[in-house]
């Protein structure tokens, strides 16, 4: 049998943050307790960010006191500086991620600053969560394209991966967040970042705007990361990425491992529920 493949679910999160329309707590939650009880090892559940900038978001604290813990589920948030790092320690946040870009363009519309500026802001986040004795993810954005400035510089990539790997990241998630990557330049992207981190500590995470995603994550498989991010019922997108569409559908990544023979202890039965459900929270289109 293929190794096991983790799918890290981020549909609470990037897929929800992006809707319209305010989703009711109760319904947040439910979602969360639906994807525990069809067994995912990590959740990602909400983002402790500015609610100025993603409304949907602002709910974080109260969706983290409402989910039901199952054992041995990592419920995991979003925390751009330390303000969201405390809020996100008092919620019982399991684990926390920085998120910074590969591209200048990104970086600006989306945290409002270049990425130094970004990764000096991460590094005191980091400090407190080492404290914290917190597990800390990294995420990097537009790992092949930006929507503002075009294809990304593999060694860009690289060069930020490697930053985020000395802030002490765990694992270093590669994001395509406009879903604009192709199998050449995901396999160039991770040709560089390669030599920073080893396949262990990444994980893939792609937008499926291109409907390339599938094909990019067995890239990323045949390179060795077993690790990836994913959308239950294909929810999301990015406010700060125009023409960012879902996350690869879960169902499908789940379908793909299946089909390679890789386990990934999810509970198929329980997941078709859980996207059910997640499609009556999508505003219609
Ligand atoms: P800013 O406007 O430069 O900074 O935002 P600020 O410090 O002036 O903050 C603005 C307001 O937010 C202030 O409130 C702060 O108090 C408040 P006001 O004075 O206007 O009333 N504030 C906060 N409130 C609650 N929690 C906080 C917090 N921080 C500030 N933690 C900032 C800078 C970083 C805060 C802002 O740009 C921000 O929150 N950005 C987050 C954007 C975001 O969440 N994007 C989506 C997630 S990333 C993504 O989706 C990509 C990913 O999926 C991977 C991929 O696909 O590539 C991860
Ligand atoms: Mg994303």
New binding site residues.
Partial sequence: MADPVTLYE?GP??GL?NEKAQIATADKVRLVDLLSAACFRKIEVT????????PQ?ADAAEVMAGIHRANGVTYAV????L???E?ALAAGADEV?I?A?ASEG?SMA????TIAESLE?FAPVAAAAKDAGVPLRG?????TDCPFDGPTPPASVARVTAALRDLGACEV?L???IGAGTPETVGAMLNAVMQELPPGHLAG?F?DTGGRALENIEVCLAAGLRTF?SAVGGLGG????PG?EG?VATEAVADLMDRLGHPTGIDRARLSEAADFARTLRSPR
Avoid: K
């Fill in positions: 981020v999160r990037d943050q983002s402790f960010v500015s609610p100025r900038w993603v978001m979003l925390t751009p500086n303000r969201g790092f809020s991620a998120f870009s990104f989306n945290l409002n600053c802001r995420y990097v954005s537009c790992v998630s994001g395509d967040t995470h937008h991010d990015c406010p700060y990425a960012a996350n």
